[in-house]
């Protein structure tokens, strides 16, 4: 069917760098450059909240929070999409989530997570 798999994430210092990679894979994903992805996070006892997302086209839209910070890029032939975080704070810790949307088809995927932890 579909399945997205997160990775890169740890634990950074504050003012530290991180490169989160998202691969996506199976048969609904042979239209891969057609689905926006994005990177959504959830902190302990927060909703989840969209950071970042880039459309088929390339258009990209970012929380107010992590603007000028983080930025988000994807490489479709492989079908990848990634989240380059630098500037990292204690606030930005959390659970961060791969999705894929494509609303013509009422298409999504998630991913499983991957744990963002900011701490000195």
């Known amino acids: 069917q579909g399945q997205l798999v997160e990775s890169g994430g740890g634990l950074v210092q504050p003012g530290g760098s991180l490169r989160l990679s998202c691969a996506a894979s199976g048969i609904i994903f042979s239209s891969y450059s057609t689905y926006t992805m994005g990177w959504y996070r959830q902190a302990p006892g927060k909703q989840r909240e969209l950071v970042a997302a880039?459309?088929?086209?390339?258009?990209?839209t970012y929380a107010d929070s992590v603007k000028g910070r983080f930025a988000i890029s994807r490489d479709n032939p492989k079908k990848m999409v990634y989240l380059q975080m630098n500037s990292l704070k204690p606030e930005d810790t959390a659970v961060y989530y791969c999705n894929a949307d494509k609303p013509s088809t009422a298409t999504q995927r998630w991913g499983q997570g991957a744990q963002v932890t900011v701490s000195s």
């Open positions: 880039i459309t088929r086209s390339g258009t990209t």
